[in-house]
């Protein structure tokens, strides 16, 4: 059983750019949470996806947008990138029936300048 | 109303002693919640998890102990190990999943 994968592991972005970071769920779960991790912090949740619509969003602006698709593999797509998200961002999977049972990926860092 | 929190901020336990971590929630909604363990340049692993009808549950050396009247949930590590230090974070949500809510982190150094 493969567990829950992303890409890429490491990016460098610069202020204003957009960044679209992926994610491959756990085999057998169809729903697929995002999390921003700022260096010593705990996650933060950004939104969830079920059957390819958003089922539930944090405290995140607009310019944070998802997608999942019929595979159920997901991006987090971030637009007018500021400096303060440089962060870790986490992507964790789980199955309907027990969608509060989340699977960790390894994130992706991502780097402002 | 969804702020988790989590104390100590850091911990050193000798080997084979009890660690203790202890969080607090505000949300009487919260119906699930779980314990995450996070080396260094991992994601967080699922470590122990309870919901609130019951008082403390067990899994090998990992115990949660629930008060819900407290609004208080504590992890108790027996025999504590080197490869035990790591970061725990406790989180608490609604079982749909929605809008976890993750604690600030504890890091925990077990000296051998």
């Known amino acids: 059983e493969t567990g829950v994968t992303q890409s890429p592991t490491h990016l460098i972005k610069t202020r204003g750019q957009q960044v679209t970071l992926r994610c491959s769920s756990q085999?057998?779960?169809?729903?697929v949470s995002w999390y921003q991790q700022a260096l010593g912090q705990g996650p933060q949740f950004i939104f969830q996806?079920?059957?390819?619509?958003?089922?539930g969003r944090g405290n995140f602006p607009p310019r944070f947008s998802g997608l999942q698709f019929p595979n159920y593999s997901s991006e987090l797509n971030v637009n007018a990138l500021e400096l303060d998200d440089s962060a870790l961002y986490l992507c964790?999977?789980?199955?309907?029936?027990?969608?509060?049972?989340?699977?960790f990926g390894p994130g992706t860092r991502l780097l402002v300048l | 109303q969804q702020q988790v929190k989590q104390s100590p901020q850091s911990l050193i336990v000798q080997k084979g002693g009890i660690s203790i971590i202890n969080c607090a929630y505000e949300n009487t909604a919260f119906d699930y919640f779980p314990w995450y363990q996070q080396f260094p340049g991992k994601g967080p692993a699922l470590l122990i998890a309870?919901?609130?009808?019951?008082s403390e549950k067990k899994e090998g050396r990992f115990t949660i102990s629930f008060n819900k009247s407290a609004k208080q949930f504590s992890l108790h590590i027996m025999d504590s190990q080197p490869g035990d230090s790591a970061t725990y974070f406790c989180a608490a949500s609604r079982r749909s999943g929605q809008n976890f809510v993750f604690g600030p982190g504890t890091r925990l150094s077990v000296l051998p």
């Open positions: 085999s057998g779960h169809n729903t």
């Open positions: 964790a999977s789980s199955p309907y029936q027990t969608q509060e049972t989340q699977y």
């Open positions: 309870i919901r609130p009808d019951v």
């Open positions: 996806y079920y059957r390819e619509e958003e089922n």
